[in-house]
């Protein structure tokens, strides 16, 4: 690998970051989830046709998908991982991998995604702000995120 290591409080600044951030999405906060994202992030995955433009928008297409799941019953865990951090002039750039699990009540945990992503966040006080989200779904068929 030719890209420079994160300092260790970095990576442990972002890695702290996501732990919370992924909290919010789990626990259906999603007001406060999509605070995380800066005002005009670009929030791109494999399965929308065209990428979501704007904290409003990030919020809104995720509410309906959180609030779906709620009516449903539905446990939603996020388990982040194989977290890489490379620092950039602007903030860093991260490469992450995601199991997306649902929990339906009383039946058993099934994996609804195996997703690759790819952050720019930018610094925002003592913590991050994402500006650019890809998400890549294994099994989409569509090239993943540069």
Excluded: K
Excluded at 40 to 59: K, N, S, Y
Aim: proline letters at 8%.
């Amino acid at each position: 690998m030719s890209d420079p290591l994160a300092p260790v409080d970095v990576y442990v600044r972002v890695q702290q970051f996501y732990a919370r951030q992924m909290a919010l999405l789990d626990d259906g906060l999603v007001e406060e989830w999509a605070a995380t994202f800066c005002l005009d992030a670009v929030f791109a995955e494999t399965r929308m046709p065209d990428p979501l433009r704007g904290r409003a928008a990030i919020r809104d297409t995720v509410r309906s998908g959180v609030d779906g799941l709620a009516a449903a019953g539905v446990d939603f865990r996020h388990r982040f991982g194989m977290l890489d951090v490379i620092p950039a002039p602007d903030g860093v750039r991260t490469r992450f991998c995601t199991l997306a699990l649902a929990t339906p009540p009383g039946g058993p945990t099934e994996i609804r995604g195996n997703v690759v992503g790819r952050d720019h966040l930018e610094p925002a006080g003592d913590s991050w702000l994402v500006r650019q989200r890809q998400l890549r779904y294994d099994g989409s068929g569509r090239p993943g995120p540069t």
